[in-house]
């Protein structure tokens, strides 16, 4: 067995060592998504401190932030106009995946919607530079790409097509840049607003996505994150003039994924977010012109939603880890000292949490995989839950997760893996469970079970395992394909049957999927094989299930059926419906229901014990 066991790096000050709670308090709320108002003397961001993310404004270092009126739903992305006039607001009604876009003055007058009408789900690209006019994606069967004026609405539509994204627009609006095609197969498209005619960039070689991109400070290049080059995503520069010419790498590292890139927006620089091994973030100042690359400090060990004030005198971001929750902070892009937003208030630290330590280990066909283990005080094996994440293109990381320590002052170890499929560990690595490669991915469920049994960590017959989304249905494969491995499982918004799923998914979903699960026509027989309800008879012990009502991502007859199908054999099990809420439980309440379901049904399952954290 090979253990790293590293400490957390955070800039964060350390919690006192005399604090010993016996259980984890009310997970503390969080502010995340910051937008800094053009000038960098304020900053609006998203908080759930009054129970339901909502619009907060707060001056740069100065004074208690302000809540804006924008409304009982949900907010999920946030930006402020380069004029500085107006905010831009992505709403998601009930807390489903349709979402709506709403502005209104920083004041918080003038709310109106302009995006994201019946059925449409709209997501913001950004502003043209000057003004307030906002560049759009709608989508529903198909997608359109537009430009909205913020006070008036008036919509102007550049281009529409499936799998189709809008990610940028040249000052003058006469030439755009799209994002295409599904997932982990994505490519970008130059567009022609007058003549129609697109250029597709990058040659189509049948591996690597480009998910990002912008144009460069004169509209003759475009620069892109992509891993169509190299195993680890980079960034390239793509010359227009010249688009036969291989593009130029302008940074890319042998030991990280480049995770995100934020340019200025004069273009000149780049705020670079770039993936280490096993989740934690590093970051970096790249000036474009010249290729000279700063590392500065990060605050936190997971970092996002970074973003510069359109002055770019300003980065704001968001850090997260083990023991602090998201918060916003400022870094100074001269200097590279980060701050947080909020200096005056008390340190805002979790001290009953504690860190995990990063595990590697194979898979049964030979994969190094790796995961995060939560350990309880004292000597294991401990009742053990394996916790699965979503995606699968996403990542177990050492951020701020509530669920795992309050099971860990149950007595209960976690340990949070990422099995292949998992992003952060390079193209190949994303790709391993695609198609029939998913049946690898439930056996590195297994594998990793095993491993935690003979490491001495989990106790046999009390290991359970947990996951949401995708996590959800590995959770319902793994039981009904290792029968007997696990004792109970907490499945939450999880797919039990691929069929009903491309069914009654949204239609822009159920498209993009096709590249990773497979085609509901074509691939019928193995999705019907990978599907958990195919095989619901060979489930035999507890399991609860959680979904949201409203969600239309994962529909929430996918747990129902496995709920009636387990009713009608007498297995038992748990069936938590919460009302208002979609794919991603948003309101604090609903979400600390779920973390209080999960926690208690694993304890009483695993027969843990609960225990003094320290």
């Known amino acids: 067995m090979s253990v790293r066991i590293e400490p957390p790096r955070t800039t964060r000050r350390p919690r006192p060592a005399s604090h010993r709670p016996v259980s984890p308090p009310v997970p503390i709320s969080e502010d995340f998504a910051p937008a800094p108002s053009p000038d960098g003397r304020r900053v609006a ?4 401190r009054a129970g339901t993310p909502g619009v907060w404004v707060c001056q740069v270092d100065a004074g208690a932030p302000v809540a804006l009126p924008v409304g009982d739903e949900p907010v999920l992305a946030l930006s402020w106009s380069p004029d500085g006039q107006w905010l831009a607001c992505v709403v998601a009604p009930g807390g489903a995946p349709r979402t709506e876009l709403w502005v209104l003055r920083p004041d918080g007058t003038r709310r109106h919607q302009v995006a994201g009408f019946g059925r449409r789900s709209a997501a ?26 913020a006070a008036t609405g008036r919509r102007r539509v550049l281009a529409q097509g499936d799998l189709l994204t809008l990610l940028d627009v040249t000052p003058d609006a006469g030439t755009a840049l799209l994002r295409r095609g599904p997932r982990n197969a994505r490519w970008l498209e130059v567009l022609d607003v007058a003549t129609g005619v697109r250029l597709r960039l990058f040659p189509d070689t049948g591996r690597g996505s480009t ?15 992509t891993d169509a080059y190299s195993e680890l995503a980079a960034l390239v520069r793509v010359d227009l003039t010249r688009p036969e010419q291989p593009p130029t790498r302008l940074a890319g590292r042998p030991d990280a994924e480049l995770e995100h890139v934020t340019p200025s927006a004069d273009g000149q620089r780049g705020a670079l977010l770039w993936n280490t091994y096993g989740g934690r973030s590093e970051l970096s100042l790249l000036d474009f012109a010249s290729g ?15 973003v510069f004030a359109a002055d770019g005198g300003l980065l704001c971001l968001t850090a997260q ?28 630290i979790d001290d009953a949490g504690v860190a995990p330590q990063l595990l590697d280990l194979r898979a049964r066909d030979g994969l190094p995989l790796s995961g995060w283990l939560y350990r309880p005080a004292g000597p294991g094996p401990w009742p053990t839950a394996i ?23 149950q007595g209960v170890a976690v340990f949070a893996p990422n099995v292949r499929g998992s992003s952060g560990f390079g193209r190949s690595f994303v790709a391993a469970d695609n198609l029939a490669g998913r049946y690898g991915a439930i056996a590195d469920v297994a594998a990793c079970a095993d491993f935690l049994v003979d490491a001495g960590v989990a106790r046999p017959g009390q290991l359970g395992c947990l996951g949401r989304s995708y996590g959800g249905y590995l959770v319902l494969a793994v039981l009904v394909n290792f029968p007997g491995l696990f004792a109970a499982g907490v499945a939450e918004c999880g797919i039990s049957d691929f069929q009903t799923f491309f069914a009654g998914t949204e239609p822009w979903i159920a498209a993009a999927a096709v590249s990773k699960y497979g085609d509901p026509h074509r691939d019928a027989d193995l999705l019907r094989d990978l599907s958990p309800l ?3 008879d060979r489930l035999d012990v507890p399991v609860l299930l959680i979904h949201g009502a409203n969600d239309t991502n994962v529909p929430a007859g996918e747990s129902a059926q496995v709920a009636q199908a387990l009713a009608d054999r007498g297995v038992p099990y748990g069936h938590l419906v919460l009302a208002g809420e979609g794919h991603d439980f948003l309101a604090r309440a609903n979400a600390e229901a779920a973390r209080t379901a999960t926690t208690g049904w694993l304890a009483r399952h695993l027969a843990a014990t609960a225990t003094v954290v320290g």
């Open 45 to 48: 961001f998203l908080s759930d």
């Open 292 to 306: 000279v690359q700063r590392a500065v400090t990060a605050p936190g060990e997971v970092l996002g939603d970074a």
């Open 124 to 149: 913001l690209a950004g502003w043209l530079p000057h003004g307030a006019v906002l560049a759009v994606t709608e989508t529903d069967e198909h997608g359109q790409a537009l430009l909205v004026d």
């Open 387 to 409: 916790s699965l994440h979503g995606g699968p293109e996403a990542q177990e990381r050492p951020g701020y997760h509530p669920l795992f320590q309050a099971l860990v002052a």
């Open 321 to 348: 880890g083990p023991v602090q929750p998201r918060e916003v902070w400022l870094v100074d892009p001269s200097t590279g000292a980060p701050r947080p937003l909020r200096p005056d208030t008390a340190p805002r």
């Open 534 to 536: 195919t095989h619901i």
């Open 211 to 225: 998910d990002q991109g912008w144009f460069g400070p004169d509209g003759t290049s475009v620069l892109a994150r």
